[in-house]
C-alpha cells in the first residue's frame, strides 16, 4: 500500500460519559490507563491530527490531562456521526477526511485505521467503512448474533446492505453450512466521511430502512450515497458493559506487543 498522506485526514473520537449499560465507560481503566486514552493512543499512531468528541467535561478534562486534544460537543447528538460533524466543524482545520473511531475500541488496531485510510486512494470514494470475514469455524450462533451487523458487498467491494439479520440467505443449505459455503462478512464501526459528505447525510432525517434495523449507515445507502469497504482480519473487543472490562484486561495481557 501506498503511504497514508497524513494532511488529507482528522481522526475524530465521539465519547459521552451517559451510558445505560455503562455510565463512564471512557474512563473505565484498563491496564492503567482509561479506555479513551487508549482509543486516542492508536489513532495518533497513524494520523496526527486527532480529537476526543465529548459531551462531558470529566472526559475532556482527563484527555487534556494525558496531553490529547479534545472539543466539546452538544449532549443532544442521536449519534457518533452527528457529533462528529459538530467537532469537524469546529477542529477539522480543512482537512478532507474524518475518521469516525468508536471511543469504546481501546484496542482498535493502526493497521485497522491505515486500511480505511486507503480506501480515500480512489478519488470518488464519498464514504467508507471495515469488514471482518466471518471464520468458517465461528458456527452458526456468532453469525446469527443481531449485534453483529453483516454486510453485502458489490463487485467494486461497496456495502450493498447492512442488516441484523444474516444475508445472505443460502437456500438450500442447512444453517450450520452456510459458513463453510459462502464467505459472510461481519460490520466493523469504524466510519470515514469526505467532509462535504459528512455535512450532507447529517443533514438527512432518520430513514425508514435506519429506524427499521437501528443502523444509521442505511439511512446514507438509502439517500444514495455509496460506502467503500476495506477488509481487515483483525477482530476489535468493543467494551459495551462494566463485565467486558476483564476480557479486555486478558486480551492487553495476551497482546502486549502490540499495545
Request: charged share 25%; proline share 4%; net charge negative.
Amino acid at each position: 500500500m501506498t503511504t497514508i498522506d497524513k494532511s488529507r485526514f482528522v481522526g475524530i473520537i465521539p465519547s459521552r460519559y451517559a451510558s445505560s449499560r455503562f455510565p463512564g465507560k471512557p474512563l473505565a481503566m484498563i491496564g492503567g490507563k482509561s479506555m479513551v486514552q487508549r482509543v486516542y493512543e492508536q489513532v495518533n499512531k497513524v494520523l496526527d491530527l486527532v480529537y476526543v468528541a465529548t459531551d462531558d467535561q470529566r472526559i475532556f478534562d482527563a484527555v487534556e490531562a494525558f496531553g490529547g486534544k479534545a472539543v466539546m460537543t452538544s449532549a443532544n447528538h442521536k449519534s457518533g456521526t452527528d457529533r462528529v460533524q459538530e467537532a469537524y466543524s469546529k477542529i477539522g482545520q480543512g482537512r478532507e477526511i474524518a475518521i469516525n473511531v468508536q471511543g469504546d475500541e481501546p484496542f482498535i488496531q493502526t493497521k485497522q485505521i491505515e486500511t480505511v485510510c486507503h480506501c480515500f486512494d480512489q478519488p470518488g470514494t464519498q464514504l467508507a467503512t471495515l469488514v471482518k470475514p466471518f471464520g468458517e469455524n465461528d458456527g452458526w450462533e456468532v453469525l446469527n448474533n443481531p449485534n453483529s451487523p453483516k454486510v453485502v458487498l458489490n463487485k467494486a467491494g461497496e456495502a450493498m446492505y447492512f442488516s441484523r439479520s444474516v444475508i445472505p440467505y443460502k437456500r438450500g443449505k442447512d444453517q450450520e453450512e452456510w459458513l463453510k459455503c459462502h464467505t459472510y462478512y461481519k460490520h466493523i464501526g469504524l466510519y470515514a466521511y469526505r467532509a462535504s459528505v459528512l455535512k450532507e447525510i447529517t443533514a438527512l432525517p432518520q430513514s425508514e430502512l435506519e429506524l427499521t434495523e437501528s443502523l444509521e449507515q442505511l439511512r446514507w445507502l438509502e439517500n444514495g450515497y455509496h460506502i467503500m469497504t476495506g477488509i481487515t482480519d483483525s477482530e476489535t473487543v468493543g467494551i459495551d458493559t462494566p463485565d467486558d472490562l476483564r476480557r479486555a484486561e486478558e486480551f492487553l495481557n495476551s497482546h502486549k506487543n502490540l499495545f
